[in-house]
């Protein structure tokens, strides 16, 4: 009964949070466009957060952005992104739009001194995310901030998950993100080529994105790979659901699988979103000569999300070998042990946050913690970092037989 109210009262604080005194030195948010992830990435959050107001937004629209601003309570409503860009009372910008406009926009939200909140992917290609990330208004000292919203990071569930083993030691990772068919329809943007659609580029930007925080490095290669092609009469250059293995430089290797159109099988799972990372056996001798070898597996439910919910599981074997009876088992055992994590642990007590704080609340958090220099939760995620997202992105593409998302004409060389 206990755990069944505590989580409805943190899932009732996330949704319904407590509204903050505002500071005076407080950043002032705009938004482009009205996009429906921003009032769970950033409106609500910003209500509990002392140092933030969303104060502006703009859209293609003007009607349909005067609509928003009034479900949400947003004083200012701009005609164009460009006036959003320009409002000299604004600190801040969020940039949720389409993916192939992410890189536009936040160039030149930077060039006018706006630091930017930017959807994942940062950018259509690692073409734009090295101009955009690797221009020297991005590098100047104090100067804008631009973070890549790979929101999951920064909760301490998933920090947690990153103790409970050495990069080093991982043999191999499954990622599985699959959302049901029909819950986006088949014309949405995510799905259109122009626009950086792709299901890699959206659920499937978020496996690529674990990988290389579990391994803690790059891959070594993209061993193999293939997709599910839209249907007929729609667009060819876009994946529906996307399947890649990737080795790594410590002998690992890992499987990723993302689908926006999973059709449901007997089981009815209407999402799917865990990991499961195995690590190497370990064998050593016991005192009567015996082989005892131990191998474990993490499987973390729900990982994109924990604060709704999720459970990390440690599954540990242990095998017992008489080497002298030709290595025949004379002991195994299987124990599993759970673990759930919706605040920073005793040790970090220096770290903010409270259970019912979402992935999105936590970032906010370090975004505006890194604009007024304060030391945080020291979670981030850097230019170079972004950067190489990107590349695993577009290798993997190239694997499969899919073109590299098309690069914007606004790119801006200049370094």
């Known amino acids: 009964m206990a755990s069944a109210i505590g989580f409805l009262k943190r899932n009732y604080n996330i949704f319904f949070p407590p509204v903050a005194i505002k500071n005076s030195d407080v950043l002032r948010f705009g938004i482009l466009g009205a996009a429906n992830i921003a009032p769970l990435a950033l409106?609500?959050?910003?209500?509990?957060?002392p140092d933030v107001i969303i104060a502006a937004v703009a859209a293609r629209d003007p009607k349909k952005a005067e609509a928003y601003a009034k479900k949400h309570g947003i004083p200012i409503v701009h005609k164009t992104y460009d006036d959003l860009i320009a409002d000299p009372s604004i600190d801040c910008i969020y940039n949720p739009l389409p993916n192939g406009l992410h890189y536009e926009w936040t160039m030149k939200a930077l060039k006018a001194g706006k630091h930017v909140l930017v959807e994942k992917p940062s950018t259509s290609n690692a073409i734009e995310a090295k101009s955009l990330f690797r221009h020297p208004l991005?590098?100047?000292?104090?100067?804008?901030?631009?973070?890549?919203?790979f929101h999951y990071r920064f909760h301490p569930a998933w920090q947690f998950f990153l103790t409970l083993f050495d990069s080093k030691d991982v043999e191999h990772v499954k990622v599985i993100n699959e959302l049901f068919a029909g819950a986006f329809k088949k014309t949405d943007i995510r799905f259109v080529y122009s626009l950086a659609g792709g299901t890699l580029m959206d659920f499937g930007t978020y496996a690529l994105s674990a990988l290389r925080q579990i391994f803690g490095t790059e891959p070594s290669s993209v061993k193999s790979g293939h997709?599910?092609?839209?249907?007929?009469?729609?667009?060819?250059?876009?994946d529906e659901a996307i399947y890649a293995t990737y080795e790594f430089p410590n002998g690992g290797t890992a499987d990723i699988t993302a689908d926006l159109q999973k059709k449901l099988g007997f089981r009815l799972h209407l999402m799917q979103l865990w990991l499961a990372v195995t690590l190497k056996p370990k064998t050593e001798q016991t005192e009567d000569g015996n082989e005892m070898t131990v191998q474990k597996e993490i499987k973390f439910k729900n990982y994109m999300g924990p604060y709704i919910y999720h459970s990390i599981d440690i599954t540990t074997v242990t095998e017992i070998k008489d080497p002298s009876n030709g290595g025949k088992i004379v002991k195994e055992e299987k124990k599993t042990e759970r673990?759930?994590?919706?605040?920073?642990l005793k040790?970090?007590?220096?770290?903010?946050g409270e259970e019912w704080w979402s992935t999105y609340r936590h970032q906010l958090e370090a975004f505006v913690d890194r604009i007024k220099k304060r030391e945080g939760s020291g979670v981030w995620v850097d230019g170079e970092d972004s950067i190489k997202q990107m590349e695993m992105i577009d290798a993997t593409y190239l694997k499969v037989g899919l073109p590299v998302r098309p690069t914007s004409k606004a790119l801006d060389s200049s370094e």
């Open 43 to 49: 409106i609500t959050p910003a209500k509990s957060h």
């Open 138 to 149: 991005a590098n100047q000292p104090n100067g804008p901030i631009v973070l890549e919203a």
């Open 227 to 238: 997709y599910r092609p839209m249907p007929e009469g729609l667009d060819k250059q876009i």
């Open 339 to 344: 673990k759930k994590v919706y605040k920073w």
């Open 347 to 352: 040790d970090e007590e220096g770290k903010k």
